[in-house]
C-alpha cells in the first residue's frame, strides 16, 4: 500500500497562534479519510499545508513531494476543490474547460463535458449567472475529469441544499472513487460524510484527537445505554462521555469488550457524529448534572 | 509552451478592456474618418465636411492658402503628410493601451485574491512563476502588439476611406491615401520601437506587479502615492528633485525618442504649410528608436525589473492570506 500523506510533528503558527501543533497524519492510497473538527481547529490549515498553499514547520510529504516547494509538481496528481465556490465569476463555462484543458496534462475533456451535459449548466454562461449549486456542479464536473490520485475537499458543500450535497458525494463515489484513489474531506457537518468515509481524523485546537479506521472504531468503542438500575456499575466502568437523551444516559466508552457492557443495558457501535461530539469535549466538562447528584 | 499560451488566453479572457479598447478606438477612427472632418496633427489642420466639394471654399483665406501650397507640395513632402497620419493613430492607440495596461498589471495579482479564485488557479499544476510572468508578458509585449497591429489595420482602413473620400480632389492630392513603402518603413520602426520601449517600460511593469501581489487593499493607492510622495517629500526637505526627475524619466524618458513632430516638422513654430514639411527622407532618420539601446538606464532598468518580478513571484507563493 502507498502512503499519499504522511506527517510527522506538522506545526504551524500564525503569529502567536498556534493553528497545528505537531501532527503526525499517516493517509495511505484508496482511503477516504474525513477531517473533522469545529471551527478553527486546525483543518483548513492542515489542507493549505497538504496542498503547498502555506509553510509550515515539521515533515510533511505528500506523494513523496514536499508541497510547499513543489507545489505545482505535486497539483499534476493533487485536485482541490475548496470550502467555497473558488472558481473565478467572470469565466465562462466553457472557458473553465479551456483552460483547465490547456495546463492539465490529466484532464479529460470529453469526460468533464459529458458529466456537464447532465446539469443544466450551459456552456456559455458566466461562473457568476450560475447558482451556487451549479457552480459546485462545475468545479466536481471539472475535478472528476482529472486523473488525480489525491482529491481535497476543504467543506464541499457549504451553503448547499441537501439535493446538491446529496449528488455530490453520491457522484463522487460512484463516478470517481476507486482503489487507486485517495480522497481528504473535511467537514464539520459529520452526518454528511458518514457513510462514505473509511476513516476519521478528528483534530482539535491543533491536535489530533483521534485517528482511525472506522471498520476499527467497533473494536475500541461501544455506547452504553444502561438500564437505570445499573447505572452506577456502568458509571464505575469509566466512561469517558455521557449525557442523556429522553431521560436516558447514554456512555461512551473506549477500550472496553462490548461483551463485558451488554448485560449493563442497550450496546451499540457509535456513530461517528456520536464519537465526535464524545471526543471534542475538553477534558473533564462531560460530568453531567446527573453524576454531580450521585457524588 | 501549451500552459503559456493557455495563461495569456486566460488574461484576455478575464481583462477584456486588453483587447476591447484598441478594437473600439480603432473602430472609433474609422467611423470619425468616414463621418466627420479628419484632424491631422496640430500644424497641419485640415477639416474637411462630409460634402467634400465645398470644404476647399469655406476655408478661411490664410488656411486655403496653406492648403494651396499643401497641394502642390513635392511627392516626399507629401509622404511625410502621410507618415504623420501614421503616427498620430499609433500615438492615440498606444496611449489608450499603456492606461489599460496600468490598470491591467496593478489588477492582475489582486483580483484573484480578492474574489479567492486564485485558491483554484493554485490547484492546477502551474508554477507561480509562469503565471505572474504570463502577465508581465500580456501587459509589456503582447497588449501593446496587438494595439499596434490595430493602430496597422486602422491606418489602412483609413487610407481606403480618404482614398474614396477624397480622390481626386484637392484635398485627396495634399497626401496620398497609400505609400506601401513609407507605410511598411514606419511599421518596421514602429516594431523596433516598441522593443525599446518594452524593455524601457519593463521596471515601471514589474514595479505594479510588486505591488499587485502585495497590497492587500487600494492597489491603485499603493503604486502611486510612494514614488509621489517621495518625490514630494525629497523636494520639501532637501529642495532637490533627484526622485522626480527620475521617476519622470522613467515613465516618459522613452517619449524623447516618439517625439518625432518637433523634428519632422521645422524648428520655427511661425512656419505655417509647406515650409513646415520636411522631406520624408529626413522625417523618417529623425525616428531612430535604436540609439535607445545603448543607454545604460535601459539595460540597469531590466535589472530592477528582474528582481520586482521576482519579488511579485515570492510573494504569490509564499503568502497565504486566502
Not at chain 1, 510547499?68 to 463555462?93: E, T
Amino acid at each position: 500500500m502507498t502512503t499519499v500523506i504522511e506527517a510527522r510533528g506538522l506545526t504551524k503558527n500564525y503569529g502567536s497562534t498556534r493553528a497545528l501543533q505537531g501532527i503526525d497524519l499517516t493517509v495511505e492510497a484508496g482511503r477516504i479519510v474525513g477531517l473533522i473538527g469545529p471551527n478553527g481547529s486546525g483543518k483548513t490549515s492542515a489542507i493549505k499545508a497538504i496542498l503547498g498553499l502555506t509553510s509550515f514547520d515539521g515533515e510533511l510529504k505528500v506523494l513523496g513531494l514536499d508541497p510547499h516547494q513543489q507545489r505545482d509538481a505535486l497539483m499534476q496528481n493533487v485536485s482541490f476543490i475548496a470550502d467555497v465556490a473558488v472558481l473565478p465569476r467572470w469565466i465562462r463555462v466553457s472557458q473553465t474547460l479551456d483552460f483547465v484543458a490547456g495546463v492539465h496534462p490529466r484532464f479529460e475533456r470529453a469526460r468533464a463535458e459529458e458529466f456537464l451535459r447532465k446539469t443544466d449548466i450551459g456552456m456559455k454562461k458566466r461562473v457568476r449567472e450560475l447558482s451556487k449549486g451549479m457552480v459546485t456542479q462545475l468545479h466536481l464536473a471539472l475535478i472528476l475529469a482529472i486523473d488525480a490520485k489525491l482529491l481535497v475537499l476543504d467543506e464541499p458543500t457549504l451553503g448547499l441544499d441537501l439535493l446538491f450535497r446529496r449528488s455530490f458525494y453520491d457522484t463522487l463515489l460512484n463516478d470517481y472513487f476507486d482503489k487507486e484513489r485517495t480522497i481528504l474531506v473535511t467537514t464539520h457537518q459529520v452526518e454528511e460524510v458518514e457513510h462514505l468515509l473509511t476513516d476519521v481524523v478528528f483534530i482539535q485546537q491543533g491536535k489530533i484527537k483521534l485517528s482511525q479506521s472506522v471498520e476499527s472504531l467497533s473494536e475500541h468503542y461501544v455506547q452504553l445505554i444502561p438500564t437505570p438500575d445499573n447505572l452506577p456499575r456502568a458509571r464505575a466502568l469509566g466512561p469517558f462521555y455521557e449525557r442523556e437523551v429522553f431521560g436516558r444516559t447514554a456512555m461512551m466508552f473506549e477500550g472496553r469488550n462490548i461483551e463485558d457492557l451488554r448485560p449493563l443495558g442497550e450496546t451499540r457501535t457509535p456513530s461517528i457524529a456520536d464519537l465526535f461530539v464524545a471526543k471534542m469535549q475538553p477534558a473533564g466538562a462531560w460530568v453531567s448534572p446527573v453524576a454531580e447528584v450521585a457524588a | 509552451m501549451n500552459v503559456l499560451v493557455t495563461l495569456v488566453k486566460r488574461e484576455f479572457w478575464e481583462h477584456r478592456a486588453l483587447w476591447l479598447v484598441p478594437l473600439l478606438i480603432g473602430v472609433a477612427i474609422v467611423v470619425l474618418a468616414a463621418f466627420e472632418g479628419v484632424h491631422v496633427g496640430d500644424r497641419v489642420n485640415i477639416s474637411i465636411d462630409l460634402d467634400s466639394s465645398v470644404a476647399a471654399n469655406d476655408l478661411e483665406p490664410q488656411e486655403r492658402a496653406a492648403l494651396q501650397s499643401l497641394t502642390e507640395l513635392p511627392a516626399n513632402k507629401k509622404q511625410t503628410i502621410y507618415l504623420m497620419t501614421l503616427v498620430t493613430f499609433l500615438t492615440v492607440h498606444m496611449l489608450a493601451i499603456g492606461i489599460v495596461v496600468f490598470f491591467y498589471l496593478l489588477d492582475s495579482l489582486y483580483s484573484e485574491r480578492k474574489d479567492r479564485s486564485i485558491l483554484f488557479w493554485k490547484s492546477l499544476p502551474v508554477s507561480d512563476g509562469v503565471t505572474v510572468l504570463s502577465k508581465g508578458l500580456v501587459g509589456l509585449l503582447i497588449a501593446p502588439l496587438l494595439a499596434i497591429g490595430m493602430a496597422a489595420l486602422t491606418q489602412i482602413v483609413f487610407g481606403g476611406i480618404w482614398a474614396l473620400k477624397f480622390g481626386g480632389s484637392s484635398i485627396g492630392s495634399v497626401m496620398p491615401a497609400w505609400d506601401t513603402a513609407v507605410w511598411l518603413k514606419f511599421q518596421g520602426l514602429t516594431l523596433l520601437a516598441f522593443c525599446v520601449g518594452a524593455l524601457w517600460y519593463a521596471p515601471i511593469a514589474g514595479y505594479l506587479l510588486l505591488v499587485s501581489a502585495w497590497a492587500r487593499r487600494n492597489v491603485f493607492l499603493w503604486a502611486v502615492m510612494p514614488p509621489v510622495l517621495l518625490a514630494v517629500g525629497e523636494k520639501l526637505l532637501m529642495g532637490s528633485d533627484y526622485i522626480g526627475e527620475f521617476i519622470g524619466r522613467r515613465m516618459l524618458g522613452v517619449a524623447e525618442i516618439f517625439s518625432v513632430d518637433a523634428r519632422y516638422s521645422s524648428a520655427d513654430a511661425g512656419e505655417f504649410g509647406a515650409a513646415a514639411v520636411q522631406p520624408i527622407d529626413r522625417a523618417l532618420a529623425a525616428i531612430d528608436p535604436a540609439g535607445f539601446f545603448l543607454t545604460p538606464d535601459l539595460w540597469l532598468g531590466l535589472a530592477a525589473a528582474a528582481l520586482l518580478v521576482f519579488a511579485a513571484v515570492r510573494i504569490r507563493r509564499y503568502r497565504d492570506d486566502t
